[in-house]
């Protein structure tokens, strides 16, 4: 058994691994903290080295939809791995899944499953270009789609730019054709389309946003999107890979009733293991390797324990889909709850949520788009996330992500949280920041 305590073990961990961490978030860093080591979770609580506790909202991100160590579902690990971990040759438990995605979803006629949600994307995007014979992108400032070249960009100066590479090691010629809008500015992705419409490959877009905090889409957004492309012959793309299977148990599509040409997963469809997958119409899937000429391949891809667990994980929201209502119904009393809270102590503060999915701005609103959201108090936030970390409660250690309920969040869960929230709010906010 490992007995050190996380910051020991996070002085090791940086010898060895840059920033001690696997994906930068994790580092604490945005809200001046060093990480936490887990040692187990289960249910909402995720249990540190150092023997704290915690009520549990970053939920690995999203996959965990059904809490930690959801019996079912670890059963299924079990049983599938005395079969063995990757034969490199089809199993029948990746048809399973296939089904069932293209059942869920309308828009899903085939599916390609990925190991990541980043391999979805970039897969979606050479696919989008292939059917279109066109190299232009668009994607909207504050939408995160994986860390792929041509869509780790954020948007230059000037109304209509062209993206600049957000990281070095792009390079200017890979991000030259991705063109960034606002998101909510339906008029700003008219004027691009009027511009250079036909040599725009796809729209690819959050249909909710959750990588800039939760930021809905402005009624009639996603339908002008949908037009736009319909008039210019471009590929709409919803990157579904937190919304798929959370929002509802046919993604922000059956919400909002729309239908993207392709559609990329991840996150929800592993329960927790690598897993990504991108689909749409059977007429530009076909274009995939080995039918089509698209090449996309992974020695990995529909891994057998993966597929597996994913499988158990759809099923369980497939026969109980009022885990989506009971979602909601938990996410709108923590809105309410802190709504009260904010209103009691007159700060500058909003819930954003859309149904299971919210967040809390440290801000003035309205929050409509990637600007809007920068305007809030990150070093407030910090503190805010401190004093949650005192009082027992994980939230993203981030102002910019998405709090993540599960099935397993409890009435006790929500009322610890919001007692919490209260005298958290109370002194992380206490100077300055009055209306
Ligand atoms: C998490 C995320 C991704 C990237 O998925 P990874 O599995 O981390 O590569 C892509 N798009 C959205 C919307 C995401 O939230």
């Known amino acids: 058994m490992n007995h050190k305590r996380s910051g020991e073990i996070f002085e090791e961990a940086k010898k060895y691994i840059p920033g001690g961490v696997n994906s930068p978030v994790r580092a604490f860093r945005s809200v001046g903290l060093d990480p936490i080591f887990i040692e187990r979770a289960e249910g909402s609580r995720i249990y540190d080295v150092d023997g704290n506790s915690y009520i549990d909202y970053i939920c690995s991100w999203g996959p965990l939809i059904l809490g930690h160590s959801n019996k079912d579902v670890l059963e299924g690990i079990e049983e599938a791995i005395a079969r063995g971990t990757s034969y490199g040759v089809p199993s029948p438990v990746e048809v399973e899944v296939a089904k069932m995605i293209t059942e869920a979803l309308i828009s899903v006629d085939m599916v390609r ?11 979606a995007i050479r696919l989008a270009r292939a059917y279109t014979g066109r190299s232009k992108i668009i994607k909207f400032e504050g939408c995160y ?8 960009v954020k948007a230059g100066s000037g109304a209509i730019t062209f993206g600049v ?31 250079e419409g036909k040599d ?21 957004f996603l339908e002008g999107l949908r037009s736009i492309c319909d008039e210019y012959g471009s590929v709409l793309i919803f990157d579904e890979v937190i919304t798929g299977f959370r929002l509802s148990y046919g993604g922000a599509q059956e919400v909002y009733n729309i239908k993207p040409d392709i559609t990329c997963l991840g996150k929800i469809i592993g329960g927790g293991l690598p897993v990504g997958a991108y689909g749409g119409k059977r007429e530009i899937m076909e274009l995939v390797s080995p039918v089509g000429p698209v090449y996309q391949a992974g020695t990995l891809s529909g891994n057998p324990l993966a597929m597996t667990i994913g499988y158990r994980n759809l099923k369980i929201l497939k026969d109980n889909r009022e885990i989506y209502i009971e979602l909601e119904n938990k996410a709108k ?35 409509e788009n990637y600007n809007d959201v920068m305007k809030c108090d990150t070093e407030k936030y910090s503190a805010f996330f401190r004093e949650m970390l005192e009082r027992g409660i994980l939230i993203p250690p981030s102002q910019f992500e998405a709090w993540f309920l599960s099935a397993e969040h409890s009435d006790e869960d929500i009322e610890e949280t919001l007692k919490a929230c209260r005298e958290a709010l109370k002194v992380a906010l206490k100077v300055a920041f009055k209306r």
């Open 333 to 367: 009393r923590l809105e309410e709850g802190i709504n009260n809270i904010i209103k009691e102590l007159n700060i500058d503060a909003h819930v954003s949520r859309v149904k299971g999915m919210f967040c809390l701005f440290l801000g003035k609103g309205p929050f």
């Open 165 to 195: 590479p957000t990281s070095p090691g792009v390079p200017e010629d890979t991000t030259r054709h991705t063109i960034i809008c606002t998101y909510n500015d339906l008029e700003s992705v008219k004027r691009v389309f009027e511009k």
């Open 200 to 220: 725009i490959a796809c729209i690819i877009v959050e249909p909710v946003a959750g990588n800039m905090g939760v930021v809905a889409p402005k009624e009639g």
């Open 145 to 152: 789609h994986g860390h792929s070249d041509s869509l780790l």
């Open 113 to 123: 499953m990925v190991n990541s949600g980043t391999e979805a994307t970039m897969s």
